[in-house]
């Protein structure tokens, strides 16, 4: 998955910027630091009468503002570096792991058990579709930088409700690589990757390019697809409103039926007409288009038969042309604009008429903003119980202290242990390189991935055995 960040930090840095904030900014944590016990009592929720867990529905404290801090301060002193090179200041972070952040994926796992239930091929590929469009939507707004995993990481989430469990580890850490396994409770499907985000940086926006291959397993029908994930960019990272845009070709194949779907993430554009639109098509293995899909990755996704689409369409240019008009030359932006404005959104998708449904996205909490712009899935993923202390790995990243003290406001502490954290892994590199001592992951392997023929990151199918006798002490 590819997520959006401001900067990732490297052991190997040669800048490095305070792990703290100012003198004058440490008093905007005063206020979460003290209710953070009161929210803590207020999220210890009971199990439900079903008997399934009812997870908490807010963070233990809000977040904190960062008007006061100019990230131009930090970048300014690292031009002409590369930008894995530039540690960033935890301020500009999210109490989240890039573990837990790639887990967002599985917020809509509903779509995979319902393309595992059809019976034709094509409306499989579609909801596959839609599973791939909706995991990309957790990002919008989330302009916070998750924590970059530590070398041995992991995340475990086991969701009965929600019918999957998962297995992720940081398996390298230059190149940063995370590897992800999920599968179905019920067995009817296995979903895996690794993902290794490249980061470009041009001037006024950070762009991250995605590296690595997804796999979806259906394992009723035999079937096997892949994709990858479009770029991401988030704008305005010296100055201005910071926004976010993803853009570029999906290309799902289902690898069993020679059937694909190709998905435009259309850029901005000049005048922000198609900010967030995604449009495509759906081939069979003849390569004939057999249906439209269309909508926006913060929004919906719908799909239409091809012929109704291109009549629509045709209708709709005619109309167009009727409607034409000079631009006020005010829109007119150039090179000179000291940000890049965010272009009004328009929320609701123009639907075709004979259009289906494949996703609409869930609406957030009504304390999202408070709360790093998290969904109610994401407000789940580092809770962390006196049960489930005793069976994750010393690995999981719900123990990293630096993330766990962000959580609860504690900023002071979170700068410190975040440094602490860091120092330790370098010096436990510098020991492995003394004894010539090559790196061992845990629970993945490399390997070919047998649907795409290309090098892959492969689940032992051992970590549930829960044996972690050989874990490393990272923390």
């Not at 401001?6 to 005063?30: A, H, I, K, Q």
């Not at 985000?197 to 291959?213: D, H, I, N, Y």
């Not at 069976?391 to 975040?418: Q, S, W, Y």
Request: hydrophobic share 30%; glycine share 4%.
């Amino acid at each position: 998955m590819c997520v959006i960040t401001l900067g990732f930090e490297s052991d190997d840095s040669e800048t490095r910027m305070d792990p703290m904030v100012s003198d004058d900014s440490l008093s905007l944590f005063s206020k979460s630091e003290s209710s953070a016990s009161e929210q803590n009592v207020h999220n210890r929720e009971p199990t439900q009468e079903n008997g399934i867990k009812k997870h908490r529905t807010s963070l233990p404290a809000p977040m904190f503002s960062r008007n006061q801090l100019s990230l131009w301060s930090i970048l300014k002193k690292c031009i002409g570096l590369e930008l894995s090179k530039i540690t960033m200041p935890i301020i500009f972070n999210e109490p989240l792991s890039f573990l837990q952040r790639i887990t967002e994926y599985m917020e809509h796992t509903y779509l995979i058990h319902k393309a595992s239930m059809l019976s034709d091929s094509i409306e499989r590929l579609q909801t596959v579709a839609a599973f791939a469009v909706s995991a990309v939507a957790s990002q919008w707004e989330r302009t916070g930088k998750p924590f970059n995993p530590l070398l041995g990481e992991t995340y475990e989430l086991r969701r009965n409700d929600l019918g999957f469990r998962l297995i992720s580890e940081q398996v390298s850490h230059h190149p940063p690589i995370s590897a992800f396994y999920s599968e179905g409770v019920n067995k009817d499907f296995v979903f895996h990757g690794s993902i290794y985000p490249k980061l470009k940086f041009w001037g006024k926006s950070v762009e991250a390019e995605p590296r690595g291959t997804i796999t979806l397993e259906l394992n009723k029908h035999n079937e096997a697809y892949s994709w990858t994930n479009p770029s991401c960019c988030v704008h305005n990272v010296i100055i201005g409103k910071l926004w976010i845009e993803q853009y570029g070709t999906v290309e799902i194949v289902n690898h069993s039926t020679g059937e694909k779907c190709l998905l435009h993430f259309k850029p901005c554009g000049l005048f922000g007409k198609e900010l967030h639109r995604v449009e495509g098509y759906i081939q069979d293995k003849s390569k004939r288009k057999v249906c439209v899909i269309y909508g926006k990755w913060t929004e919906c996704l719908w799909c239409v038969d091809t012929n109704t689409y291109e009549a629509y369409k045709k209708n709709d240019k005619k109309g167009g042309e009727q409607k034409k008009f000079k631009e006020p030359e005010d829109d007119v932006r150039t090179e000179n604009d000291e940000a890049d404005d965010m272009p009004e959104i328009q929320e609701t998708v123009q639907v075709i008429p004979g259009s289906k449904l494949l996703w609409r996205i869930a609406a957030r909490p009504s304390h999202s903003t408070q709360m790093y712009n998290f969904t109610n899935f994401a407000m789940t993923l580092n809770e962390l119980d006196e049960e489930m202390k005793n069976v994750l790995a010393p690995t999981d990243c719900r123990f990293r202290p630096d993330i766990r003290a962000m959580e609860n406001g504690n900023m002071e502490i979170a700068g410190a242990e975040k440094e602490r954290l860091e120092e330790k892994q370098r010096a436990a590199r510098k020991e492995r390189s003394k004894n010539e001592e090559e790196w061992r992951t845990r629970w993945f392997r490399q390997d070919i991935n047998q649907h795409t023929r290309t090098t892959d990151w492969i689940y032992t199918g051992k970590y549930w055995e829960r044996n972690y006798e050989d874990c490393p002490d990272i923390y």
